[in-house]
C-alpha cells in the first residue's frame, strides 16, 4: 500500500512478489498449454514447417526416411534426432526450397559440412585428397 509519503510499508523484494507472482503463474499456465498442445499436433506443427520450408509434405518426407532406412545419405549412420532436409541451394538460395530440388535427408553433421564446403564438388574433392595425403583415412 502506498503510503501519503509514497513510501511503501513492504520492501522491493516483497512488493515484486506480489505484483509479478500472479502474473508468473499466468505465464507457466500458457507454457504448459503450447507444450501440450505441441505434443498433441506434433505432425500437423512438422507437416506445416515442412511445407513451408522446403516444399515437401510429411508423407513425402517419411517416404525419403523409408527409403533411406532411417540413416543419413552421406555417412550412413542412424540418427536419434529426425535427419534434415537437404535441398540443391543453386536452385533455391537460402534457407527455403521449392521442394523440386530436395536431394535427400542428412544428419547434422553432414549437412553442415555440405554447406561448410558451399556444395562445391572442387573444395570436397581437395578436402578428399588433404585427408587422404595427410594419411588421416
Known amino acids: 500500500m502506498d503510503s501519503k509519503d509514497g513510501y ?3 520492501c522491493k523484494a ?6 509479478m507472482g500472479p502474473r508468473m503463474a499466468q505465464q507457466e499456465d500458457k507454457r504448459a ?3 501440450s498442445y505441441n505434443v498433441v499436433n506434433a505432425d500437423n506443427l512438422r507437416h506445416a514447417y515442412l ?11 517419411v517416404e525419403m526416411f523409408d527409403a533411406q532406412e532411417g540413416r543419413c545419405s552421406i555417412c550412413q549412420r542412424t540418427q536419434a534426432k529426425a535427419l534434415a532436409v537437404d535441398h540443391d541451394h543453386a536452385c ?8 523440386r ?18 556444395d562445391d ?10 585427408v587422404t595425403a595427410a594419411g588421416l583415412s
Open 14 to 19: 516483497c512488493c515484486r512478489v506480489d505484483v
Open 101 to 118: 530440388c530436395v536431394r535427400g535427408l542428412l544428419c547434422s553433421r553432414c549437412n553442415v559440412a555440405l554447406g561448410n564446403f558451399q
Open 121 to 130: 564438388p572442387s573444395i570436397m574433392e581437395r578436402a578428399i585428397a588433404y
Open 8 to 10: 511503501r510499508s513492504d
Open 92 to 99: 533455391c538460395p537460402g534457407k527455403r526450397s521449392c521442394g
Open 51 to 61: 511445407l513451408r520450408n522446403y516444399g515437401i509434405s510429411l508423407e513425402r518426407y
Open 33 to 35: 498449454y503450447m507444450r
